[in-house]
């Protein structure tokens, strides 16, 4: 019978022959190794997502509001993240972070709304 070892911590497996960890601590912390990377990046994304989207929800005043793009810059909105977009019949061309969105206008103004449910 052919020795096992746990590849996260060296010791000994013992139980079931198809076991590949000596217990749920060694798995877990094997498997964070190995995703870690890209964790990080989606969890660094989606951490600036919802930024986004709350400087959105509290810059909203009823159902829709104008603001300057600089002062948005102020409070820290990356403009570069979103999660979609959506053209309308008018041929305007919203900004989505998660259900809160934004039009720019003319000078500089943002138009800030949020989507009403399906």
């Known amino acids: 019978m052919e020795k096992r070892i746990c590849p996260e911590c060296g010791e000994k ?22 995703n870690s990377d890209s964790n990080n990046y989606v969890r660094n994304i989606n951490n600036l997502l919802r930024k986004n989207r709350r400087i959105l929800e509290e810059s909203l005043v009823g159902e829709k509001t104008t603001i300057s793009k600089q002062k948005l810059l102020d409070k820290g909105f990356n ?36 989507r009403k449910a399906d």
């Open 13 to 34: 497996i013992v139980g079931r022959i198809d076991k590949k960890f000596c217990s749920d601590l060694c798995r877990n912390s094997f498997n964070n190794k190995i």
């Open 79 to 114: 403009f570069k993240l979103f999660t979609n977009q959506v053209s309308t019949k008018n041929n305007h061309h919203y900004i989505f972070c998660y259900e809160y969105g934004y039009l720019p206008l003319e000078k500089d103004l943002i138009l800030i709304v949020k």
